[in-house]
């Protein structure tokens, strides 16, 4: 059986007993239904994970004992940056689920002109809390032990006028350019991918405008959850570490 693997956002170190937070213990009492002397594994961004073993569970409360840091470093060496399209329902959560499992290391929700998601300034708070919840289960699941870093949603002219060095890539089906003949000159790729009803002729000719470069993802129309995850495993397969 796996160790499971928990995300609490407290500083950790080894020999030392600590608390864990409400949520987590609830998961190991109540769904888990894990006890005393179950080995756990915590970590919290810094990079290391932590092994710890459950000294007690309760309904409400649990405590585990760390006894060791271990650095394991299963980073990309490719930083690949997305810049996501917010679209709706469930779409977007399964994007920001499957491209940390992926590898990247941030990512972006842009706002675009065809953008179907129409939020307050509140409800887009929450939106991001809900997203960071997401990530962390992810690196969770597929033992990152560094979260990649969730920026606040942007407009795509915000996006567009971000400063970088990175490689930029924005899809265009008119291009004749294929992800097999992408040359990168360093380490890092910047991503924009589209809403449901792609992105305006405007926004394209803007991007192509200030060095995006245009990509064709073939001959078939993709989703827009699709096009993202197909051009991020095609990018650390050629350059990263599939």
Not at 52 to 59: E, I, M, Q, R, W
Request: charge should be neutral; glycine fraction near 6%.
């Amino acid at each position: 059986m796996r160790i499971p693997r928990f995300y609490i956002a407290i500083t950790l170190a080894a020999d030392c007993e600590i608390e864990l937070p409400k949520e987590v213990a609830h998961y190991i009492a109540n769904v888990l239904r894990l006890s005393a002397e179950a080995p756990i594994v915590l970590f919290n961004g810094d990079g290391n994970e932590y092994s710890a073993t459950l000294t007690s569970v309760s309904k409400r409360q649990a405590q585990a004992y760390i006894d060791a840091k271990l650095s394991i470093d299963v980073q990309s060496n490719l930083r690949i940056h997305l810049g996501q399209a917010v679209s709706k329902g469930e779409r977007m959560d399964w994007v920001l689920q499957k491209a940390t499992e992926l590898g990247v290391s941030e990512i972006t929700p842009v706002i675009t002109q065809r953008c179907a998601v129409k939020l307050s300034p509140e409800r887009w708070q929450k939106k991001s809390e809900q997203w960071q919840k997401i990530i962390q289960s992810a690196c969770e699941q597929c033992g990152r032990n560094t979260l990649p870093t969730l920026h606040a949603p942007v407009s795509t002219a915000e996006w567009l006028k971000a400063q970088t060095s990175a490689t930029r890539i924005i899809f265009d089906p008119s291009e004749e350019l294929r992800m097999a003949n992408l040359t990168l000159p360093n380490s890092e790729v910047r991503v924009f991918v589209g809403p449901e009803g792609g992105l305006t002729e405007q926004e394209v000719y803007s991007a192509k405008q200030i060095g995006y470069l245009g990509l064709s993802l073939g001959p078939r129309i993709l989703r827009t959850e699709t096009a993202a995850l197909a051009t991020i495993s095609a990018l650390q397969a050629m350059h990263g570490d599939l």
